[in-house]
């Protein structure tokens, strides 16, 4: 197995949201979410543009303070953690636009983490050893970046610059960077959003083997439809709290749902 596994969590639930609240401004772009996550759950939530659902995610994985309310990361509260300490613990997110170095290949992003402050300082923090030890350190990570490669059927595109992928691609990759951080939850922001139809099935096939490999996961997705081939549980948001949740007929059948969509589900 390449990755961490959820089934040693120390609590009951792997992550509660606890009446979390975030605010632009004057602005509540989330009022008081609650929900909770199992180990080894996929859960879907959806939800109209600006519904907040990225920046709940946001909340999370720590790129966002909450003004109110509480996250619990396997018995570990997360307030006062920075984004790299979250995801040291095993939480991380991509972004609803993938955020790619673009003249990197491929594999140099991989090795690269996430391009921002946490990433980078993540990337150091593995590497930064006894310097007799870098080398050695470097050519596990190296392999290990080669794995998820070829685990996501990136290995022909190993020494492309990232500027030459493809949008669905360029989420494999932003897919893979999160995979080197051995999760054990995974927050993925719209990871269908402008790829084509076959790497859509491609990315689906990838995260349900990567669930049942033990990473539970919370996927972001507009279309309840395709959530509902992949999830057992939704929640649906709609200004910044959360309309309905439970199984996805269900969420779909909901009235308040089908006004949400305006009648169109699909
Ligand atoms: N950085 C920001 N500053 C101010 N308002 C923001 C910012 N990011 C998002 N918003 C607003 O917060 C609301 C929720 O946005 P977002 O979380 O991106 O929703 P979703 O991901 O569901 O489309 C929207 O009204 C959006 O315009
Ligand atoms: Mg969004």
Redesign the pocket.
């Known amino acids: 197995m390449l990755f961490r596994s959820t089934s040693t969590c120390a609590s009951e639930h792997l992550l509660a949201v606890e009446k979390v609240s975030c605010v632009?401004?004057g602005?509540k772009?989330?009022d008081s979410v609650s929900f909770e996550l199992q180990p080894r759950e996929l859960l879907g939530i959806a939800?109209?543009?600006?519904?907040?659902?990225?920046?709940?995610f946001?909340a999370i994985a720590g790129q966002q303070r909450a003004s109110a309310g509480k996250i619990i990361f396997d018995g570990t509260d997360l307030t006062a953690l920075e984004p790299y300490q979250r995801a040291r613990l095993g939480l991380v997110r991509t972004f609803?636009i993938p955020r790619e170095f673009k003249s990197l290949t491929v594999h140099e992003n991989l090795l690269a983490g996430a391009p921002n402050k946490e990433g980078e300082q993540l990337f150091a923090a593995l590497v930064n050893t006894q310097a007799r030890q870098q080398r050695e350190r470097e050519r596990e990570l190296s392999e290990k970046a080669d794995s998820v490669l070829e685990f996501l059927n990136l290995a022909k595109v190993r020494n492309v610059p990232a500027l030459n992928l493809s949008g669905g691609q360029k989420k494999l990759v932003e897919l893979g960077r999160v995979l080197m951080l051995e999760p054990r939850c995974i927050l993925l922001?719209e990871p269908f959003a402008g790829v084509n139809p076959v790497l859509i099935d491609q990315l689906s096939e990838h995260i349900v083997t990567l669930n049942q490999q033990g990473i539970a996961v919370i996927l972001?997705e507009h279309h309840l439809q395709a959530l509902k081939r992949l999830a057992k549980r939704l929640i649906v948001?709609d200004r910044?709290s959360i309309l309905a949740q439970g199984d996805p007929q269900s969420v779909l059948d909901n009235a308040q749902v089908q006004v949400a969509y305006m009648g169109g589900v699909a």
């Open positions: 632009y401004g602005f772009a989330v939800g109209t543009n600006g519904a907040g659902k990225s920046t709940l946001a609803q922001d972001i948001m910044g």
